[in-house]
Each structure stands twice: as structure tokens, then as C-alpha cells.
């Protein structure tokens, strides 16, 4: 972290310092339960709980400063030494916006280099975030996000994991509203903005898929004369935004380009999922090979785009493509594979969904089940908004459609696909239905056999990945006591 006394976090986020201004906090935290010697504790007002109540919690366990919306004092009455704002999320922002300048500055004397990555899209962020880091490790310190930190919080917390030794930040920034890539791209103004595609997630919040262009277009638009927008040339809507940026455009695609462009020549998905492709790079230099070890045709627009940001960031092609070829899924519940004692394979895709990831994760678990019995465990696609009910009734007729065996759609948001499997011709024990998620636990617990493939596919909030890790196990095989404990703990959020 770049070092910020506390006075000159007061200055830096308008704010009222209580306690010393020589503090110089070591970490930032939006947790209690994460504090460490050292750390600034964020307490920041949440939906559920108000980090307020945890700031004795923090300086327990460490904490030496706070960031707060109002004064907190100890059982005694002491004020706890605080930095209070008006807003403390925007107050991170601030903070973190410093902090971006602050090594560009100091690397900039020392004639080193610095580049920002921002990357967005309907889907894939995570992904091609885990990708580019994992090229980009090989060159120099790199800083990515943990898991999906992609918000107004989750920014802020990775650049305050960068320092003046970090050649390369690679942030992944998400938008539920237009405005939201802006200000997360006008705090660490880009090098390089990749977006990857417009899909319909949380088209509900944004009020149509172009709402959602417009949003994931102030990407490019945020990016400077010097800079270069990676785009996807395969999703027309990406494609349109090369008019709406001032910077260099490097586009990918699948499909035939021209020796100005990314392209992935050759691809083929072999028996056990895996994309492999030629990669060819506008460098004039021969084609590359990729062997990917992710699982999933539609992988192959996340790693032309992490491809294609490495390539901007000026890695040699060999390189790319070594380290595309070495990288399995670094984040969990991404299309996470695993195989049961008793020959029962899980793919765990159930970290999001959408309509387009649905479809993908739907085709590769028809892909890779010939031969074998297939399960798509499928609940809701969340935030869709008035298209809830037609993209779910979709989904149950594509699930027919591609010959899956069996059919168990878990919640009443998602019954639409129950119903519109067995409209399309599904019937009897094809198909199932489970009001909870326990429900659905019980009937893959007395039905799964030895050889079967299972899919467990939802957005976040259902709780789908969780019931994955479950069936997962060995039969009848769950955790408890302190290690069921300890996995809850891992949470993290203290839902504030």
C-alpha cells in the first residue's frame, strides 16, 4: 500500500481528523474481521448491517485508524481516531485515486513504466482478469482484484494493494447503472480498457441492453489519445463503440480479421472442453499456439481479450501464449470441474449467470456429455427485469433441445424453465423441480449415479455454487464442525 499519514487523508478526502496526524496505516479493510495490526478500517453503511457497529471489533484486532460517516467512541467515551466524511465509500475512492497518481508519479522518476488495465463486459470480467494477471505476473509485480472485486469498494481495495514497485494494476470494473464504469475509470485512468460484451445481466437495473452499451461504452470513452481500447469485434454492439473512443482501437475476434486485428484461427473445443486455437497478433509475426486448459467454446473471447491487452501492454506473443496455455480457472465456481471418488463429474458454473453465459454453459455440458447421463441444475438468472420470464422460459427449451437428460430447476424464480422444458416435450423424471435449495440437495443425493455429468448454474444470490460444493463430495460426505466453521468464515463480507 502507498503510505498516506492521517492528516494527509483528511486532506486528501475532505475530511475531519480526531487522534494524530503522523498514523500511517499499513492496509485498508471494509471488514472487522480482516483487521491487522496496522490497518484502516472502513466503516462504511451497508444494506443489512452499518459498519459503524464493528469499528471497536476492528481496533481490537489492530486497527489504528478509521474512516467514518460520524464519531465513534470507546465504552470510556474516547473518540476512536477517525478520518469522518461525508461519504466513506466515495472517501476510498478519493484515497484510491491518490494513490494511482502517487505511483505513476514516483515510477515516472524513476524512468519505469506503469500501466492500468481496466477491464468490463456482461461476462467473462473475472476470467480475463485472471488471465491477463497470470501473463502479465511473468513481466513484472502485478496487482489484480481477489475474486470479483469489480465496485466502488472492491477498486479502491485493490489499488490500495499496489505499491511503487507494481508495474502492472489490472482492475475488473462492473456497473449496475450508467455512470458507474466512468467514475471506477476516472479513478485510475486506464491505459488500456478492455470490454468484452454487452449481454442482458441486470438489464432490469439498466432498462434495456442499450442502456447497458451505453454503460460499458464509458470505458473506451474514459481513455486517453495515448491509451488503446481492446474491443470485441464478434459482439456488434462492442464492435460500434470504436467510434466512441480517442484511443488507439485493437480488436479481437473469431472470425476472419484483418492483419490489424487479434484473431484466433483454427478453433477447435477437444474431448475434454478445452479451446485450442491459432493466435495470431498484428505484429506480422507467425501464429501461436493456445491450449487452454478452461473449460468451454465461449472461453475463447476471454482469452483473446486477455490476449490482446498482454499484446497492448507489449508481451511477446510466445509469452502470451505459453501462459494462456499454462492457466486453469483461477476463481472459483467458473466452470470448476471436479471428479467424485465414485465417477460422478461436477462442473460448478454458478458463480453468475445471465442469458448468454447460461446458453454457453448449457452447450458445453451438451458438448461433453455425449456418451454419458447429464444433469443441468439450473436456478434463476437474477436482475433481468420484465425479460425474466421470456429468458427463463428460453432456457428450459434450449435444455430439451440439446438432448440433456435430466432437467432439476431449483427456486420459483427460475420455474419458468420447468415449465417451458416440459411444454417442449420433457416429461416424467426428465424433469424436476425443487421449492429450496435443500430440496434439491436431497433428490441429486438418492439419484446421481457413478458416470454421470452435472451442471449447477445460477446467478450469485441463489446460492447454487454452495449446493455444487455440496454434491461435490463424496456421498453423504459433508463438513463439519471446525471445518465447516472455518468455511463459512471465508465469506467474508460482514454484510455491511
Known sequence: MIAFTAAEIADITHGRL??????????????????TPGALYVAKPGEHADGHDFVAAAFERGAVLALTEREVADAGGTPYPAVIVDDAVLAMGELAAEAV?????????????????????????????????????QAGPTVAPQGSYNGEVGVPLTVFAATEDTRYLVIEMGATGIGHIKYLADMVKPDIGVVLVVGTAHSGEFGGVENIAKAKGEMVEALGEEGTAVINLDDGRVAAMRTRTRAKVLGFTASPATNEEVEARNVVVNAQGHPDFDLVLPDGGPSVAVHSKLI?????????????????????????????SSQSAASRWRMERTERPDGVTIINDAYNANPESMRAALRTLADLGQGRRTWAVLGAMLELG???????????????????????????????????AIQEGSWGDECLFAETVEEAYEILQSELRPGDLVLFKSSNGVGLRHLGDRIALPPRAEPTGESAANGAASEGNELQ
Open 296 to 324: 468451454g467454446g465461449h472461453h475463447v473471447t476471454n482469452l483473446l481479450a486477455a490476449a490482446s491487452a498482454a499484446f497492448a501492454a507489449g508481451i511477446p506473443a510466445p509469452d502470451i501464449a505459453a501462459s494462456l
Open 18 to 35: 480526531t487522534g494524530s496526524g503522523e498514523l500511517v496505516p499499513a492496509s485498508v479493510v471494509t471488514d472487522s474481521r480482516e483487521a
Open 101 to 137: 497518481r502517487r505511483i505513476r508519479a514516483k515510477r515516472a522518476g524513476r524512468g519505469e513504466d506503469f500501466t492500468v488495465i481496466g477491464i468490463t463486459g456482461s461476462a467473462g470480467k473475472t476470467t480475463t482478469k485472471d488471465l491477463l494477471a497470470g501473463i502479465l505476473s
Open 386 to 420: 420484465d425479460d425474466s420470464i421470456r429468458e427463463h422460459t428460453a432456457v428450459g427449451t434450449q435444455v430439451v433441445r440439446l438432448n440433456i437428460s435430466r432437467l432439476l430447476v431449483v427456486g420459483r424464480e427460475a420455474r419458468a424453465m420447468y415449465v417451458s
